[in-house]
């Protein structure tokens, strides 16, 4: 699953570390997503959404 995360946390000038801590997972979680070798849970991805106040879809493809 393609992803905007690394595009959204550089806009906000924070590091792996920071949107972890905001997240509650680990660094590794944050960079696992971020080059698509791990997909977030329903609940996760929900939470990215609600932290980056955008739609999943807008997060999230499958494209």
Known sequence: M??????LRAERDWSQADLAARLDVSR???????TGKYDPSLPLAFKIARLFDAPIETIFSDA
């Open 2 to 7: 393609k992803n905007r995360l690394k595009v």
């Open 28 to 34: 590794q979680s944050v960079n696992a997503i971020e």
